[in-house]
């Protein structure tokens, strides 16, 4: 019996394995690959034409890159223009918002007898301190060579959409939305990004309504990866895309990414060297396969349907209907209640030499009853919150160990995997620890068999609550205690050795479900990953341990959490020794400098330090650590009254923004607070002041203020502190921009 429980952890071990070898990313085709299929190389050969260095909004490299990409558009022969707009935040935001001149590239392949639109969306811009080799390059390379792979004649409209200002604000997807024609009528779109520089790609979130277009998407992706618990907890972060603009406008659509590398993410680092072709391929494969079903689907009937609980097994992307999702979560919930009535009474420890495992009941065996397994379940819920805490804390943790670690923009660390090792180990003992203490705290009141019941019972009631309180998010602890606890009854039935066969069979679910998950979440980032991991890992260890029982030694289990602890300072040892900074590793910092021109003050800004009130003054929050520099030759935007207007209580100020030459961003805020805003001709509604990015030159504002004088700081930005007295770059520092302002407080 115990080879059959070691036998069935290594079964599930490989099933976690067998799981995430199936999420990788594919080998990358060849140059040389058939014509209708997507290659890796051809894509990536346009990602090294646009990122061959930083091309944020409105530089000369951004000119560059806009133009490559409409030749290479109008090249395959699509109908290829240019969308020139003035494009806003299109989120609710308290500070001043950003606002841009943008060009976003439109090309059409029409269709036949269009039911709608088909759009591939990506941005072609990328943050100053980095090429964007895949954020966005990889999303507007996947576009380029979709474009040549796809059919000559379809059915829809698809439109190849690369949009403008995505990094400082979602502005050129908002322009289109609200202005071009294109973005009117029956809509599918696919929108596809990058917070990372490498692994699985994964449909993170869908539109509402996304039933029907999750089955296009399960049936023709050759690679598909998607969670709708995922995109549930996507909903509850502050991360946007291209995608919001997208789904506020009710178009129906999917969400695409990879956040492996996270590290490199708007640094130098997001490069072609360090992009993985294999992810790229990924990308490619998907979004040509499921673009050609959508090209000749009947866009109109597709959608908006019923919502899908979806999720990926080896093999296969599993959806059903939303509506089943309770009572799924249900049904785990009563089969684990019917195990525990089948475990009332005594119940016998089954080892190898154990009267119970030679059929003879034992004097000595536990006393299971329903006050007993409850109270388990609810101590079950200790060894949760202690991996929780655990992965929580090891990001912490590193920032003390490691102060830069602090500034790393995704609470990554360039090579993870020794942190993400030490997680793992200190997380798997926490569960085997709980396990003794529990059993000695009770007076061993509290076996395996009510240990084991009272934690699968945790896991079902929390796979009902997530069905309540995070919909579409309950799966992996639902389908994981429901099966498990089928595994559980069946196994009561079967002869003591077949036991484990059984068990492993109803566990399965949880390898897939729980297991894989746990390895996969740490793509992440250790910050965001490493909670989430452990969650994982501990359910995980929960349900585990009716099988591990006969392997189960008290010596062992005392040992375990020392050994634990010491293989986990042993790994964040080598960790801190393994990840080093360097010019090909640089530190990450937000380092930023301000000057107030009336006065000729400035200071450095930085996120390292006690946050100072005299911060609001240079960068408008008080949220910097400051200390004194050096006034540097940088002037503000002229700012000229061109018209000043009372109504009753309300004041109409008309003013010329005019930047100086090569200002990357120029703009104005109100001291007093939100006030009705007009720049460039766009109507900002209520606002304290905007951030122009790319100004086309002089911009007329409009003001609308209460009575009385009014306090009107102007600024310009700009990507680098080169023009600062006494700054010298360091080789292995990257500085997160904008960086140096300056500013003009004008009394009107």
């Known amino acids: 019996m115990a080879r059959n429980a070691v036998l069935g952890l290594l079964a599930l071990a490989a099933l976690i394995a067998v799981t995430l070898l199936d999420l990788a990313p594919p080998a990358p085709l060849p140059k040389d690959a058939p014509s209708g299929s997507f290659s890796a190389a051809r894509a990536f050969a346009h990602v090294e034409d646009i990122a061959r260095a930083p091309h944020p909004i409105g530089s000369a490299e951004h000119d560059r890159v806009r133009e490559h990409l409409v030749s290479r558009l109008r090249d395959l022969g699509l109908d290829t223009r240019v969308q020139e707009a003035v494009g806003a935040l299109p989120i609710a935001y308290d500070g001043v918002v950003p606002v841009g001149r943008v060009r976003n590239i439109v090309a059409v392949r029409h269709g036949s007898a269009p039911t709608g639109r088909v759009v591939l969306a990506a941005h072609y811009d990328s943050v100053a301190a980095s090429p964007g080799a895949a954020d966005d390059g990889a999303g507007v390379a996947t576009l380029l060579e979709v474009a040549r792979a796809l059919p000559a004649s379809t059915r829809n409209d698809v439109v190849f959409l690369i949009t403008d200002g995505e990094e400082p604000g979602l502005l050129g997807a908002e322009a289109f939305v609200r202005e071009d024609p294109a973005a009117k009528g029956t809509v599918v779109v696919l929108n596809n990004e990058a917070r990372g520089t490498r692994g699985t790609v994964t449909a993170f ?95 109109a009937a597709l959608g908006p349907g019923a919502e899908s609980i979806h999720f990926t097994v080896p093999g296969l992307l599993v959806r059903y209907p939303a509506w089943l999702e309770l009572p799924v979560a249900l049904a785990g919930l009563v089969v684990a209640g019917w195990l525990v009535a089948t475990l009332r009474g005594r119940c016998g420890i089954v080892r190898p030499g154990s009267l119970a495992a030679e059929g003879v009941a034992s004097p000595d065996a536990e006393v299971v009853t329903v006050p007993r397994v409850l109270a388990a379940a609810g101590l079950a819920l200790l060894p949760v919150l202690a991996a929780g805490a655990a992965g929580y804390a090891l990001w912490p943790l590193l920032g003390v160990l490691r102060p830069e670690y602090t500034q790393m923009f995704t609470g990554d660390p360039y090579r993870p995997w020794l942190y993400q090792a030490a997680l793992v180990s200190v997380t798997a003992a926490v569960v085997p620890a709980w396990r003794l203490l529990a059993g000695r705290l009770s007076g061993r009141r509290l076996g395996p068999a009510s240990l084991g019941a009272g934690a699968l019972l945790l896991v079902a009631v929390l796979g009902v609550a997530a069905a309540v309180v995070l919909p579409r998010g309950s799966h992996p602890m639902a389908w994981s205690a429901l099966l498990a606890a089928a595994g559980g009854v069946a196994a009561r039935r079967v002869p003591a050795a077949w036991r484990p066969v059984v068990l492993t069979v109803g566990l399965a679910p949880t390898a897939i479900l729980l297991g894989a998950s746990a390895i996969s979440s740490l793509d992440i980032g250790l910050r965001l990953g490493g909670p989430a991991s452990a969650l994982n890992l501990a359910l995980l260890m929960l349900l585990l341990l009716p099988l591990a029982e006969p392997l189960w030694s008290r010596r062992a289990a005392a040992l375990l959490p020392a050994v634990a602890v010491v293989a986990s300072a042993a790994l964040v040892a080598g960790g801190l020794a393994a990840d080093r900074f360097d010019a090909a590793h640089p530190r990450q910092t937000r380092l930023v400098y301000a000057m107030d021109e009336a006065t000729g003050t400035a200071v450095w800004g930085s996120a390292d330090g006690e946050p100072s009130a005299e911060s609001a003054h240079y960068f408008g929050e008080p949220h910097w650590a400051v200390r004194p520099a050096r006034p540097a030759p ?38 007093e607070g939100a006030v009705p805003i007009t720049v460039g001709g766009r109507d900002l509604g209520e ?42 770059p360091a080789a292995d520092t990257v500085h997160m921009g904008p960086l140096a302002t300056v500013f003009r407080v004008h009394t009107l």
């Open 205 to 299: 979130r869908a539109s509402p309504g996304d039933g029907p277009l999750i089955d296009v998407y399960g049936s023709a992706a050759p690679h598909p990866s998607a969670d709708s618990g995922f995109a549930a907890l996507m909903g509850l972060l502050p991360n946007n895309t291209d995608f919001h603009v997208f789904g506020a406008a009710g178009w129906l659509g999917l969400d695409a990414a990879f956040t492996g590398g996270g590290a490199h993410y708007h640094t130098p680092l997001d490069d072609p060297a360090h992009l993985d072709q294999g992810t790229l391929q990924q990308m490619g494969d998907n979004t040509l396969a499921v673009t050609r079903a959508l090209a000749s689907a009947d866009l």
């Open 634 to 671: 940088m002037r503000p935007p002229g700012l000229t009254v061109v018209d000043d207007t009372t109504s009753g209580a309300l004041r109409t100020l008309t003013l010329r923004l005019t930047p100086t030459a090569g200002a990357p961003i120029t703009g104005l805020s109100v001291e």
């Open 687 to 728: 606002r304290r002041g905007f951030a122009f990015h790319a100004p086309p030159g002089a911009l007329t504002v409009t003001l609308v203020l209460p009575g009385g004088r009014a306090r009107i700081r102007v600024f310009e930005q700009r990507h680098d502190l080169s023009a600062v007295p006494g700054f010298t």
